[in-house]
């Protein structure tokens, strides 16, 4: 995901929210997240954003399931 936000190129992402809920994000890119002394969780947390809705969101990166079509496994 790093490679491809640095070249510019989207990417599309499927995970779990904490609600359980299946999320699918057909077009995004990855943003700067949180530093280590801004939040416990920055460890955990993806940021993104979504260029359909121009969002900027989070997800918790083990609850990703897949990047471009392709399973993730972790």
Same mark, same amino acid.
Request: aromatic share 14%.
């Given at each position: 995901?790093? =490679?491809f936000t640095y070249h510019e190129i989207?990417?599309?992402i499927e995970f779990?929210?904490?609600k359980g809920e299946r999320k699918v994000i057909q077009r995004a890119t990855l943003n700067k997240g949180y530093r /280590? /002394? =801004?939040s416990k969780k920055a460890k955990f947390l993806v940021a993104y954003k979504d260029l359909d809705t121009n969002e900027n969101r989070q997800f918790h990166r083990s609850l990703l399931m897949k990047f471009n079509e392709a399973n993730v496994y972790l």
């Amino acid at each position: 995901m790093k =490679q491809f936000t640095y070249h510019e190129i989207e990417f599309s992402i499927e995970f779990i929210t904490l609600k359980g809920e299946r999320k699918v994000i057909q077009r995004a890119t990855l943003n700067k997240g949180y530093r /280590n /002394n =801004q939040s416990k969780k920055a460890k955990f947390l993806v940021a993104y954003k979504d260029l359909d809705t121009n969002e900027n969101r989070q997800f918790h990166r083990s609850l990703l399931m897949k990047f471009n079509e392709a399973n993730v496994y972790l």
